[in-house]
């Protein structure tokens, strides 16, 4: 089912992806990070699930449906690197530098801070072209809209 999409994903010159595959890889990126521990437990769901809903003012079904697509695309993606390096190429800097931000309120959603998801969230905001000061940002503003 994904194999077209993550072929054109991985292309070597993508095209922009359209609003519905943005969402599906920003939301496989998203339980990629959460995945990084080798935990996926119910508030890393329950997190991106919300943030979901509210980035794209989805349905609770909607919103379940995204998620599942996006778990199962999760598993079937490449390496990290091309994964998001594909993601950059077809999402605007605005839409990267809020995705970090909300890929720190799955991280910190269980309180602890991992250092296989500190490694993960580093190299996933490097590739999205987001500066470490810019991403030290996006984690303090996550922190304190979870505090």
Do not use: H
């Not at 077209?4 to 496989?28: E, K, T, V, W, Y």
């Amino acid at each position: 089912m994904f194999a077209d999409f993550l072929n054109r994903l991985i292309a070597p010159q993508p095209d922009p992806l359209n609003d519905g595959d943005a969402r599906l890889a920003l939301s496989a990126l998203m339980v990629r990070v959460a995945r990084s521990d080798g935990v996926y437990d119910k508030a890393e769901r329950s997190m991106i699930a919300r943030l979901l809903s509210q980035r794209y003012a989805l349905s609770t079904q909607e919103c379940e449906a995204l998620l599942q697509d996006a778990e199962t695309l999760e598993t079937q993606a490449p390496d990290t690197v091309r994964f998001t390096r594909a993601i950059k190429d077809a999402v605007p800097y605005e839409n990267r530098l809020s995705v970090v931000e909300s890929l720190w309120k799955v991280v910190l959603v269980d309180g602890e801070r991992e250092a296989e998801e500190d490694a993960v969230l580093r190299l996933v905001s490097n590739l999205l072209g987001i500066s470490d000061p810019e991403s030290a940002r996006a984690r303090q503003a996550a922190q304190s809209d979870a505090g």
